[in-house]
């Protein structure tokens, strides 16, 4: 098995945890066999890269691979932090007990919720719902959001979480954020195991093959639904990213297989990475102010 | 007289309903000859837009299946307009136009390098 040394650090600026979660899996893909992922030395790391280290990781596993990521590092507090979110496995709705509960109770002082982990599954279903809505009220609790940030944070999870369960196909999605107060910013990934944007697309019978992951991303990004009922779906990301970026300034990230979108106040660009890296689902990764200016209208982005 | 049914959106979805599919357990179990349907939405704080959607596009269905009238009570602005946008949505809309630009690069290095500081 190889073993992959997991960054000592990321750092507070956006990308910097994304561009090390793209190395991460340009390294993982090169073996195409086992890899045991080390954090030892590990101080701090974003929540942006450990979503998308577990999801990741859990990919390798549901295609056959046993690749692991154990919670093992030098820095008591990380291990701590590590083995409370429950990193790399995360917290699924068959947790979604007396422990789970406790443990958001008792997470209501701290800056950041459990990572969890939810099947994909187009179905009605209650327990993911209720174990989403738990860690979105803890999320909203520990930012003191209220009004019309409180709306939108909601809508923005609720939007892109619930893509995964009608998009993905199979497999499993991940959820996890960071509250910064100091930055007055909140760190959300949202991940999945499953087929991509292009699969998706591929899978419907609504359009052809777009033809390249970056095709698939730009008309997601038009709101063309892979869904049979065109009018009136589809919006997810579109509204989201507006929403996020136009309406309250913050950065969002969404990457599925070679294509990756970056939107921000200075990027508003579509990357192709030719080197042979892939997310083989889809990974978000959003940065959302948690200070909204006076004029912010949620109802002004939704579409 | 035919009675009103009355359904408690929040007993059946929650105060925050997110899946779309969720809008059809609404519906579901609805017997008999009434004279109309009530969905009663205190304590619903939020709605997605997705669980909006499909619950114009429930109500709709059964109002034309069963002949019977759909009521909304006790809904707060957010959910209105809410289910407002989605009406307005549903009336027809075309995607838009989106022309970001694709840039192609080579290795994660040359990414990197590119996204630094963003």
């Given amino acids: 098995m190889q ?15 994304l561009v090390k979660l793209i190395d991460l899996a340009r390294i993982m893909g090169i073996p195409r066999g086992p890899v045991q992922l080390d954090l030892s030395r590990c101080r701090f790391v974003s929540p942006l890269l450990i979503c998308g280290a577990a999801a990741l990781v859990k990919s390798q596993q549901e295609n056959g691979i046993a690749s692991e990521a154990p919670a093992d590092c030098h820095d008591p507090n990380l291990r701590s932090y590590l083995e409370l979110v ?6 699924s709705q068959s947790d979604a007990t007396y422990d789970t509960k406790r443990l958001l109770a008792t997470l209501r002082g701290r ?36 009004g019309q940030m409180l709306m939108a944070v909601k809508y923005l999870i609720s939007e892109l979480a619930g ?36 699969g998706s697309y591929i899978a419907s019978d609504r359009h052809a093959d777009p033809g390249s992951d970056a095709e698939a991303l730009r008309m997601a990004l038009e709101g063309r639904s892979t869904k049979d009922q065109a009018v009136s779906r589809g919006y997810g990301i579109r509204t989201s990213r507006r929403m996020l970026v136009e309406g309250l300034g913050g950065s969002f990230f969404y990457w599925s297989g070679d294509a990756m979108l ?12 030719k080197d042979g890296t892939r997310y083989a689902g889809c990974y978000l990764a959003l940065r959302v102010p948690t200070i909204a200016q006076p004029s912010f209208n949620l109802m002004g982005f939704v579409e | 007289m035919r009675p009103s049914t009355v359904i408690k959106v929040q007993s059946k979805v929650g105060s925050n309903p997110n899946y779309r599919n969720s809008a059809d357990i609404l519906f579901e179990a609805i017997s008999g000859d009434i004279a109309e349907l009530v969905l009663d939405f205190s304590g619903v704080e939020f709605i997605s837009r997705g669980f909006a959607d499909e619950l114009h596009k429930a109500r709709l ?13 006790q809904v707060n602005e957010a959910v209105q307009e809410m289910l407002s946008v989605v009406a307005r949505t549903q009336e027809g809309s075309t995607p838009l136009r989106v022309d970001i630009p694709v840039i192609r690069v080579n290795s994660v290095n040359e990414l990197e390098r590119m996204l630094l500081g963003c």
């Fill in chain 1, 86 to 91: 429950r990193f790399p496995h995360g917290y």
């Fill in chain 1, 163 to 198: 893509n995964i369960s009608y998009h993905a196909g199979h497999g499993t999605g991940f959820l996890f954020a960071q509250y910064y107060p100091n930055g007055h910013y909140l760190d959300i990934a949202i991940a999945d195991t499953g087929q991509g944007l292009r």
């Fill in chain 1, 262 to 273: 970056l939107n921000n106040a200075t990027r508003d660009n579509i990357y192709e990475l």
């Fill in chain 2, 61 to 73: 269905r059964f109002q034309a299946e069963r002949n019977v009238p759909v009521v909304l009570e």
């Fill in chain 1, 3 to 17: 073993r992959i040394t997991f960054p000592e650090r990321t750092y507070q600026d956006f990308t910097d945890p």
């Fill in chain 1, 111 to 146: 800056t950041y919720v459990p990572l969890v982990t939810f099947p994909v599954t187009a179905t009605p279903d209650s327990g993911r719902e209720d174990l989403i809505q738990a860690v979105e009220d803890l999320m909203v609790h520990q930012c003191g959001l209220n």
